[in-house]
């Protein structure tokens, strides 16, 4: 594996801690450059602007990160609980350390305003500080024996080499969350972050460094989903597999993983509706929605997708919740707007998309509806109302800043509505009727609801969906057993 000088290639950061830029992959112990010096540019997408040029590795150096975390397995599972804890805990320490720089580099290379990207390095860190605590309860349980002069136990045991797959939209929490659990676990990881904001996960490894996680045990490789990935879906040692992202490359993964039987933990796509209901905090229900739908600029697998209003507050919810979004503030993340540009052209284009076939089934344009002056790839923050289920936005995905309402007459109605998808992420519900509140949480098909509020996530709650947006949790201890196996003992002593 070919070692370079650790700062070539990458100019667009200005950062207090240099060191933090990192524009090569980390195996082993080291950072290597793609055979022949391969790589690929990072760009802003605020300007268009080279950040830098990511080392793009090739199948064999993947597979050579394999090989390290393979040979780094039983020294770091072997390991006292303890002393995994410790290095967790120095490694969140140093995370926080640096928490400006951080936010600032991923600002660059991800667009979203600095606030938020201070909060997703604090959320990052937290997981990292939760499993850390975590990994020094390896939950031994005993069973009541049904068999005479014999004693049973339960082990958890690391299940081997994890692979994470993580998106552009929230780069380092999506790697901590996963990465924390399973080295907490005592398994060793092998990460692929997305082409789009590598730097993000290469100063994670920086710092694990600095907090003395082993050589081997937390490997960053950097290049191609479909070169870089692929191998690990066939590799046998690679025995847990992590991903976030669509719902259509997690269906791949999953079939790509079936001959070897891989623990799969998948948190796919979201179609999240917001139910309002006549009688609900309006001033409440208005500025969740608001935040629901807009945060990270719409780019969230958590945002809103789909509000629906009872009839006898619609023209109200909608009048408020139009005059919001118009008041929203759009431009470049380090001058801290509400929105910021989306991450490509494709983004983009599928806002456009779907606000045409939307205004062609019908719908009204509350605000908004064009690209943002600030930039390509930049877009208004939008506001459909009277949208027809038919419409293309109320069976997709959007993730952008466009937001469609529409009303309802009753319970039942909105409920059968709110399901009628594949997804299951996440629904948010706006009621002050306890009796309604049971009701709708327990018949909405989604694996989180959210009641009055819109922030429900963290490290102590397991993170998943139901149906199609995914498998296993994330998050909480669920998130930690996800990466172990169980180990039943049948002892006698005679």
Same mark, same amino acid.
């Given at each position: ?11 667009? !950061? ?42 793009? &590795? ?25 002393? %995994? ?10 995370? @926080? ?13 991800? *667009?979203?305003? &600095?606030?938020?990207? &201070? ?33 049973? =136990? ?19 929490? @999506? ?12 398994? #060793? ?8 904001? +590598? ?13 003395? &996680? +082993? ?17 690990? #879906?066939?590799?046998?040692?690679? %025995? ?25 933990? @998948? ?12 009688? $609900?905090?309006?001033? /409440?229900?208005?500025?969740? #929605? ?36 118009? $008041? ?5 993340? @380090? ?33 908004? *509806? =064009? ?10 923050? /939008? ?14 995905? /959007? ?7 529409? +009303? ?12 009628? #998808? ?40 397991? !993170? ?31």
């Amino acid at each position: 594996m070919k070692r370079e000088n650790v700062h070539a290639g990458a100019c667009g !950061f200005d950062l207090s801690d240099q060191r933090l830029v990192r524009p090569f992959s980390y195996v082993g112990g080291k950072w290597i450059a793609g055979d022949d010096g391969a790589s690929f540019d990072v760009t802003d997408p605020a300007d268009g602007r080279v950040l830098g040029a990511m080392a793009a &590795l090739s199948a064999g150096q993947s597979g050579a990160a394999v090989d390290a975390a393979q040979s780094a397995f039983d020294d770091w599972s072997g390991l006292l609980p303890q002393d %995994r804890s410790a290095i967790l805990r120095r490694w969140f320490d140093q995370i @926080m350390a640096h928490r400006e720089d951080l936010a600032h580099l991923m600002v660059r290379e991800q *667009g979203k305003p &600095l606030s938020e990207a &201070l909060g997703e390095i604090e959320y990052a860190a937290s997981f990292v500080e939760f499993y850390a605590e975590e990994a020094k309860r390896p939950n031994i349980e005993g069973v009541t024996s049904h068999l005479p002069d014999a004693e049973m =136990e339960l082990w958890r045991e690391p299940v081997g080499v994890a692979a994470l797959i993580t998106p552009w939209n929230f780069p380092s929490a @999506m790697l901590t969350r996963k990465a924390a659990a399973a080295l907490a676990a005592g398994c #060793t990881v092998v990460a692929h972050p997305s082409s789009e904001t +590598p730097f993000s996960a290469t100063a994670l490894a920086e710092l694990g460094e600095r907090a003395g &996680l +082993p050589a081997g045990v937390f490997n960053i490789v950097t290049g191609k989903a479909r070169i870089v990935v692929e191998p690990w #879906t066939t590799d046998v040692r690679v %025995r847990a597999l992590s991903f976030t992202g669509s719902t259509e490359i997690g269906r791949l993964l999953y079939r790509q993983c079936a001959d070897t039987v891989k623990r799969l933990v @998948m948190e796919l796509g979201g179609h999240a509706p917001v139910i309002v209901f006549k009688g $609900a905090d309006l001033d /409440t229900a208005v500025e969740e #929605t608001i935040k629901a739908k807009f945060a990270t600029s719409g780019q969230d697998c958590l945002a809103a997708n789909r509000i629906y209003v009872e009839r006898p507050i619609y023209d109200e919810f909608c009048a408020r919740f139009t005059a919001a979004t118009k $008041a929203l503030s759009v431009g470049v993340g @380090m001058d801290d707007p509400d929105i910021g540009p989306l991450m490509n052209e494709s983004a983009v284009q599928k806002q456009e998309a779907q606000v045409a076939d939307a205004l062609e089934q019908g719908a009204r344009l509350g605000c908004g *509806g =064009e690209r943002h002056a600030a930039g390509r790839l930049f877009y208004e923050p /939008t506001v459909l109302l009277d949208v027809p289920d038919a419409a293309a936005i109320m069976g997709e995905e /959007t993730f952008g800043p466009v937001a469609p309402i529409t +009303p309802f007459d009753t319970e039942g109605e909105v409920i059968a509505r709110a399901n009628a #998808t594949e997804y299951g992420l996440v629904a948010y519900l706006h009621s002050l009727d306890p009796r309604r509140i049971y009701r709708v949480s327990r018949a909405l098909q989604f694996g989180m609801v959210a009641v009055n509020r819109t922030k429900v996530t963290g490290a102590p709650i397991p !993170f998943g969906g139901a149906k199609q947006s995914g498998l296993g949790r994330e998050g909480a201890r669920l998130g930690m057993e996800e990466f172990t196996e169980i180990k039943y003992v049948c002892r006698d002593w005679a």
